[in-house]
């Protein structure tokens, strides 16, 4: 599903990923840990397309087509999803005329007709239930005034509505309480099927309980310095980076 | 205006009478270049006018000649020569076109996206339409209807001669002739426009459109609009079009009126896409309105206004508060690209007890635009537990654009209370990142966001004109995010 080989990336002048290889077959959820600074947002950034960072070596194949090459919307439209660390407020635009929006851009790019009016709210309908967004939410503007739990519960709504291949979560679990965590692993697992993929980016391992990933992988200092299963994990929560750290220098 | 300036226009304008004497030969059709009282006479008696409006406008004409052109908006244009315009040229029609295959293609592609209708493109361009798809044919039926109400809806000059008494108590009395320099230049050389009453008790049943009008001979750069709403009347009144305009005529100057008598309510809204010039700003027209409205008892005056075209706008559409318990509105989106300018807002002079206003502007500049929110809110001795709330946004769509916010509040009864918020923001990058991640594109993105932003104006639109000034933001900013 998604093939990353030595992928170099910087922002200015600030060299961010070094070389980073990563292998995500279909169907399969990875986990990407690592110390603050060691690159995780920046990869799920370059990944989506953010203009800020300059690729400057490697390659990412996602699905038999080159990422690289294609902009942001077409990365979308082609089934990357990224869930937005820090969800974005956009006053005035309704969520559903948002969605809707998505999927049909979606839609268009695969040559089918728009969703209708129906079919649309049905399916609005069932998937805002795997998360439990109520209707109140559904008919405000894109996250404004939603708290903390409802922005991210808000993305996996989204994800869930758009259906993608491969699915970015960017530090989904920051600032959940243990509720909301439960529910937004739950849609996630939800999701989880033959042919999707999930790329997991998360401090805590508390999060991998939920979402129990097939491999893990601790990013530091721009590269993968240590893959392993889903006991990697633990490993690291209870010793801390300091001995990757350690083993790297 | 300069010293200079002013006497050469006091000479002109005394050697021209002499010039041209009272014996301007009625049968032609063009007035020659140039300001005068012999000008005026000869507009009035063109127009077959009584007596008293031509010493009306001979008294503006006067009022004119001693006053300057403002300085005071943030604006930078070349002042018009106001000796080398013509002002009265007899109504002709547009040269007819057999097609739309003859209509500019960049205009026509502009009409496609707005979603106006063959029929409506073919009227809008002087396109000769089948007999009995005229719009006149439509126009008839209208105004019959309106007639069985007692609903008067017509050309100001056709008021003139069918209802002299309404016109003569109302014309003026919001907007006197000695208002300001634009209003005064008005009232000496207006040519025509609309007069709309709506007499006691009676909801007018549909919007009141300029499209309706059957005259619709080109009412010019100076049109003068008068609208009376007798007592517990209800009339909502549209002006102008979504569909791009593009006139010979640079200096727009024109004057509307609105009177709500006590317990009537009169909603005027106005889409304006005047020709903004190229990119550069060459070609654009000036638009310098005065709109003003009184309000009598617990009546209600809202002004919606989505303003998109012309080089220069100046623009202040205004309530008086007189009435007690009178209600003032005022909504707008303004828009400036390229080198557009525009200083709007509005003034609510609260007289009245209890009089409320609530002012909501909007503005969004991009490319090397300025874009001026200018307001008062006054609260006179009279005006007990007066409130007024005002918002006033900006968004900017590139960092070469201006952004300005002039609030005058000007308070003078300790029971008032006023309420000011201003916000100034960049589009976010995020936003639209955010957006182009879910598989919206750009183009779309930029719309969403910024009818999102507009969206509390856009809803006090009737809704068909809702709808087309939904899209006109989104072409009026195509690919000016930077």
């Known amino acids: 599903m998604l093939n990353i080989t030595n992928l170099h990336a910087r922002i200015g002048e600030h060299e961010i990923l070094k070389g980073l290889n990563l292998h995500i077959p279909p169907g399969e959820v990875h986990a990407i840990m690592g110390p603050n600074g060691s690159g995780k947002s920046t990869l799920a ?117 758009l259906e993608p291949k491969l699915a970015i979560l960017d530090e989904t679990d920051s600032g959940l309480d243990i509720d909301a965590l439960r529910i937004v692993s739950e849609g996630v697992n939800r999701m989880r099927s033959a042919d999707r993929s999930f790329l997991v980016i998360t401090h805590y391992q508390r999060l991998l309980d939920y979402i129990v990933p097939d491999r893990v992988h601790v990013l530091f200092d721009g590269v993968i310095v240590e893959s392993g299963p889903k006991e990697l994990a633990l490993e690291l929560e209870e010793k801390g980076y300091d001995w990757i750290k350690e083993r790297v220098q | 205006m300069a010293y200079d300036k002013k006497n050469e226009v006091l000479e002109a304008w005394t050697q021209q009478s002499y010039a041209y004497g009272f014996s301007t030969d009625i049968e032609t059709d063009k007035a020659p270049p140039g300001l005068s009282e012999s000008i005026v006479r000869f507009i009035s008696a063109k127009k077959e006018e009584p007596e008293w409006l031509l010493e009306w406008r001979l008294e503006a004409l006067r009022a004119w000649v001693g006053m300057e052109e403002p300085v005071w908006p943030h604006l930078d244009y070349k002042h018009p020569d106001f000796q080398a315009i013509s002002y009265y040229a007899a109504p002709k029609s547009r040269p007819k076109l057999n097609s739309l295959d003859e209509v500019d293609p960049e205009l026509r ?9 063959l029929e409506e493109q073919k009227r809008l361009q002087g396109v000769a339409v089948d007999f009995v798809m005229d719009s006149v044919s439509v126009a008839t039926s209208f105004k019959e209807k309106l007639g069985e109400l007692g609903i008067i809806f017509c050309s100001m000059s056709e008021a003139v001669k069918e209802h002299p008494d309404l016109v003569r108590k109302y014309l003026g009395s919001v907007v006197p002739v000695r208002d300001n320099f634009y209003s005064a ?68 100057a024109a004057v509307v009126e609105l009177i709500a008598l006590d317990d009537a309510e009169i909603k005027y809204s106005t889409v304006q896409n005047w020709y903004p010039g190229d990119a550069e700003g060459k070609g654009g027209v000036f638009n310098f309105v005065t709109k003003r409205g009184i309000c009598h008892d617990r009546a209600k005056i809202s002004w919606t206004q989505v303003e998109t075209g012309s080089a220069v706008t100046w623009k202040y559409p205004s309530c008086i508060l007189k009435g007690d318990d009178s209600v003032g509105e005022f909504y707008s989106v303004a828009v400036t690209n390229h080198m557009q300018q525009a200083d709007t807002g509005t003034k ?66 300790p029971t008032a209370r006023v309420e000011h918020e201003a916000t100034t923001s960049k589009i976010a990058e995020d936003q639209i990142f955010y957006c182009l991640q879910r598989g919206i594109d750009e183009e779309q993105a930029i719309s969403l966001i910024v009818n999102g932003y507009a969206k509390e104006v856009l809803n006090k639109l009737p809704m068909e004109f809702a709808v087309e000034a939904t899209k006109l933001l989104s072409i009026s900013l195509e690919g000016s995010v930077g």
């Open chain 1, 45 to 161: 950034s370059v990944l989506a397309g953010r203009e800020d960072y300059e690729v400057t070596a490697g390659a990412v194949d996602f699905d038999g087509v080159d990422l690289l090459e294609l902009e942001v919307t077409d990365r979308a439209r082609a089934g990357l999803f990224l869930a937005f660390q820090y969800p974005v407020e956009i006053p005035g635009v309704s969520n559903m005329n948002f969605l809707r929006a998505a999927l049909n851009g979606k839609r268009e790019y695969q040559g089918l007709e728009p969703i209708g009016g129906r079919a649309f709210l049905e399916l609005v309908q069932e998937r805002s239930a795997w998360v439990q967004l109520d209707g109140r939410l559904k008919n405000r503007s894109v996250n404004e005034g939603f708290s903390g739990g409802e922005k991210k519960r808000n993305e996996i709504f989204q994800m869930a509505m």
């Open chain 2, 109 to 117: 592609k502009t009409m496609d996206r707005l979603g106006i209708s």
């Open chain 2, 185 to 252: 230049l008005n009232s000496a050389v207006f040519t025509d426009g609309s007069f709309c009453y709506i007499p006691p008790g009676v909801r007018c049943p549909m919007e009141l459109s300029t499209y309706f009008r059957i005259n619709e001979a080109g009412t010019g750069q100076f049109e003068r609009t008068l609208v009376v709403a007798d007592r517990g009347s209800y009339v909502s009144y549209l002006e102008g079009c979504t569909a791009p305009q593009r006139d010979e005529n640079q200096l727009h």
């Open chain 2, 348 to 413: 609510m002079i609260h007289l009245g007890k209890n009089t409320s206003s609530t002012i909501v502007s909007k503005g969004i500049s991009a490319g090397r635009s300025h874009n001026s929110y200018r307001g008062l809110v006054q609260m006179m001795p009279s005006a007990e537990n007066a409130r007024n709330f005002s918002q006033c946004d900006s968004l900017l769509m590139t960092s070469t654009s201006g952004a300005h916010t002039f609030p005058y509040i000007d308070v003078r009864n």
